[in-house]
């Protein structure tokens, strides 16, 4: 390929505020049909992923009770023009926003307005937000013409902003939020043809509102198509050398995932098969074309391997192709045959974009565990 | 648990029950001997956790003469594996920061204090799947994995224990941004100093230790590495803690050696899998514990 193919041309477009939920839908911890307003001194801010919390004192009898206001995540209140010292320490706020479900004193912050000034804090835009940049141009090459799928030499960027947020079989319209929750839980038998269990168990987790996620209780790894539903994407490192891809994410506990393509088995590098099943699986890749087709099969059920909560058992094998159709965009389609969970196999396919110039944002879900 | 992790695994599981700490460290047994009434010291002496040197690699016996340094078609002294060879990765050689030399170290008094109580109350963030930043990565079990991508001008350092992430050197030649948002591996750039690489990284938060034992910084920390591959089985590692917040005078360790071991490979290692103290986790698996603030 000529050097001119492998320079993309970078365009830097603003399509609005940078704004993509961290971690869970407000319905997995709040409850919309419980409206709050309270007022209270702040004592401290909680400045971690996936959720800044403020620290507020609210007076009451006997005695003022302390609260937590959970906010966005520090990667979308920096990119929205907020930082840590936009909130001083002993500012009165009020609060407007949803009591949590379990009654604990957490709200949601959907207004943040501190009382000495009457403006918005935390919410919304301060200043100019970060735009968002697009990439064009045809895609990437090596030396080879094989398609790069990370970025060209001496660049960087990640694959970000899915434009799907839960697995749905292809050709179904249903709607549902970028965390995979459905707009109507009487939607949930036609998102894939999923054997009796499967949907009860579906049905079950939507109509939780998603909140028995193990990815945003306990910050297990969101294996399978899972890892490309994330808000803050991934990056592909490749490594020709040593026949390897890895799978860096930006989201969960950004965590990592090696393709091989050096034509080994699908068996754990430690002890064979003993150390099957695990949450990335194993995985094995060739090129078809221009097509990444990466094989993976040894899945645990410890996760959930959708953000929607479509269940998956250890019978999970999936294809994954991957084609990068120009600079800017990668198609991925994943087909999926697990016959304990679901009565055939199926097909789900969605675009991710490129973001140039830029890193994942660091993004761990430990950040604020005790 | 499986293989060569099952006896590490009840080692650990010993030095962790003797210990009242939660421990998903084998490495860290070292200093839990005398608790487990030396199980925690086998388990350390047979390789950070990996039982006996039955694991993969090379065993720890005498040590066979080494070829020399690899090296790219530049002259720069490879760092991870060797194109055209089989992956490898490095054994965790890095202990202790101080190295016994406690009374040399220009410790602040509160720094001290801190370090002293982290004896008793080895209630470290990495046995919570917490990432473990700079130094702390060379003594996480099961080693790391220096992953070089030279047209990428970037060195990636994976280390095999924690909750499977990666650290990001870069290699470019760039310089600190400002404001640098504080994170556990915090934000590295590497230049070479004839066959060193060095690599200085800001932006570090508190929310790890620097060593299993507990060498206490603050975001203040400028912490430099000093890598140098002396021979293909040996990286020699030095660092120098450069903390106004946690002490009067930066300071520069011993050196250590890290250990080459062929065939190493990363695999899924997920901290959170089997990490269910309730007291230490966010709850175990069976209940939400509803108490704690923030989550879930």
Redesign the interface.
Known sequence: MTKRAVVAVMLTVAVGVVSLGAQHTLAA?FDVTKPLTLTGTVTQI?WANP?V?I?MKVPGQPLPA?W?V?VEG?IVL?DNGWSQASLPIGETIRVEGYAAR?G???ISGRSVVMTSTNKPVYVGTNGTPKARRVATGPTPRWPSGQPRL??P????GYWGYPTRGGLLEDGVNVQMDRYGLLNNVADASKVAPMQPWALSLYRERQRTFL?RDPM??????PGGPRQFQQPYGFQF?E?P??K?V?V?MGSA????R?IYTDGRKQV????GN??NP???GQAVARWEGDTFVVDTRSFNE?FWFDNGGLPHTEQLHLIERFTRTDMGTMRYEVTIDDPGAYTRAWKSTWNLNWVPGE?TP?F?C????? | M???FTLAACLTFAVATTSGAFAQDAGAGQGRAAGAGGQGRAAGAGGQGRAGGQ??GQGRGAAAPSAPTPRWPDGKPILG?V??QS?GGWGAGVTTLPQGQLDKIPFQPWARAAYDIRQIDQFEPHT????SGVSRQFSTPYGTEF?E?P???RM?I?DNGG????R?IYL?GRSFPQNI?L???GYSIGHWEGDTLVIETRGLNE?FWLDTRGTPHTSQLKFTERLTRTDMNTMRYQATIDDPGAYTAPWTTADFNLRWRPGD????Y?C??YNEGPT????S?EE?D?T?????
């Open positions: 911890k909680d959720y919390h620290l302390l937590a959970e520090p920096t379990d604990s004193r957490q990370g970025p030499p001496g660049e960087t909140q945003y209780l306990w910050c297990k790894p490192v490594q050398d040593f390897r890895f860096l506990n950004r965590n990592r090696i754990g590098q430690v002890n003993d150390d695990v949450f990335y410890e890193e660091y761990l430990m950040d604020n565990r005790p | 499986r293989g060569p694991g993969r594996s194109p055209g992956v919570r799947c917490k990432a992953v991508v047209d990428l001008k990636y994976m909750p499977n992430s990666y990001i470019d948002p994170t556990n591996y929310k490979e990363l695999f899924e997920i959170q899998q230490l986790m966010l709850g698996q939400i509803n704690r603030f923030f989550v879930p």
